[in-house]
């Protein structure tokens, strides 16, 4: 079992930037596939970018070329860089973990920490 706490979300300005961390419990850490998702408003939680535990990494389209997931085993953390933000990026960002499947699917992952907000203004 893995326990997850995302921390680094805030107010930025369009164009603007920000890191997300994740930082997980346990001694397997490097045995999980991450993921990170979004839920705005009113709207379903959706798939951003995940990274395997070999480190291969795959993105929405929405967030391709701006957004890049990393994760360090021996800190125990996943992070994602967010740069040229925009409004409609404004969110609450999920961590999630699993330990047998990766995908871009909410069902995949077992494990998911409360979430921080982004809040991007125009």
């Known amino acids: 079992q893995v326990q997850l706490v995302e921390s680094g979300g805030g107010l930025v300005q369009a164009g603007g930037s920000l890191r997300l961390s994740c930082a997980a419990s346990?001694?397997?850490?490097?045995?999980?596939?991450m993921g990170w998702f979004r839920q705005a408003p009113g709207k379903e939680r959706e798939f951003v970018v995940r990274?395997?535990?070999?480190?291969?990494?795959y993105y929405a389209d929405s967030v391709k070329g701006r957004f890049t997931i990393s994760r360090d085993n021996a800190k125990n953390t996943v992070y994602l860089q967010m740069n040229s933000l925009k409004p409609e990026d404004t969110a609450v960002y999920y961590c999630?973990?699993?330990?047998?499947?990766?995908?871009?699917?909410?069902?995949?992952?077992?494990?998911w920490g409360q979430g921080t907000q982004v809040t991007v203004s125009s």
């Open positions: 346990g001694r397997t850490f490097s045995s999980y596939h």
């Open positions: 990274i395997t535990r070999s480190e291969v990494t």
């Open positions: 999630a973990a699993d330990m047998y499947r990766s995908g871009s699917y909410v069902y995949q992952y077992d494990y």
